[in-house]
């Protein structure tokens, strides 16, 4: 199984921009990491994925290590709405492409 | 909106019954995945079809089946039933399952068993 480690939850204050860690050491050179977020009662929502450059998209920017071995989401502007669990996860390009989905790391915005 | 249709919304349903969860993938995805979510275990693969085949088995119960029809769409079937099979089923799409795709989630069926 593709294993990611994250903190188990993290505040931030609203407006502020927020650093949400991933470390994902035994990532393959052809894996892609994704980002998916939760929000209460509602199925898992795709955030941004990449392979070895930043990445940016209208919900949020996604930096990956030089050697892979770690990312970090980041929320440039936290909004009460972003409070989720957000779930850092890495696809083997293997022929089972399913997500692999790790605890998460819960996130609190704070007003 | 994900683009994705499930339905039941809910279910409630006793021990030893049988149950069917439908998913309708987003316009143009051949990929459907299913997954279960309860509160002890979390997000868990179950199972992949792929424009009509099963490409991907997870942690799927031999009471559990799943199947891809022509049109896509997708359901699962869920058989004697117990108690610990109460959770949330999420079905997800992609366009063909590549790892650099990402997957568009529904809004998920809750199933209570009674």
């Known amino acids: 199984d593709a294993k990611t480690t994250q903190p188990n939850s993290m505040e931030s204050n609203e407006e502020e921009p927020v650093h949400l860690p991933c470390n994902h050491s035994?990532?393959?050179?052809?894996?892609?990491i994704h980002w998916y977020r939760q929000l209460p009662s509602q199925g898992p929502e795709y955030v941004i994925h990449g392979l070895t450059s930043n990445v940016n998209n209208r919900m949020a920017s996604l930096a990956i290590a030089e050697d892979r071995k770690s990312s970090t989401l980041i929320l440039h502007r936290a909004t009460l709405r972003d409070a989720a669990v957000y779930y850092c996860i890495y696809i083997s390009s293997g022929s089972a492409r399913q997500l692999t989905f790790g605890s998460g790391t819960q996130l609190t915005v704070l007003p | 909106d994900s683009g994705v249709t499930q339905t039941p919304k809910h279910l409630i349903t006793a021990t030893g019954q049988r149950v069917t969860l439908r998913c309708s993938p987003r316009?143009?995805?051949?990929?459907v995945y299913w997954y279960q979510q309860s509160l002890d275990q979390g997000l868990q693969f179950l199972i992949q079809?792929?424009?009509?085949?099963?490409?991907a088995k997870g942690n799927i119960l031999e009471r559990f089946s799943a199947q891809q029809f022509p049109d896509l769409h997708s359901e699962l079937n869920l058989s004697s039933l117990e108690l610990g099979d109460s959770a949330l089923y999420f079905c997800?799409?992609?366009?063909?399952?590549?790892?650099?795709?990402?997957?568009?989630f529904g809004d998920g069926t809750r199933l209570s068993i009674l």
């Open positions: 035994t990532i393959s050179g052809t894996d892609y």
């Open positions: 997800a799409s992609s366009p063909t399952g590549a790892s650099n795709q990402p997957q568009h």
């Open positions: 316009s143009g995805d051949l990929s």
């Open positions: 079809y792929y424009n009509g085949e099963e490409r």
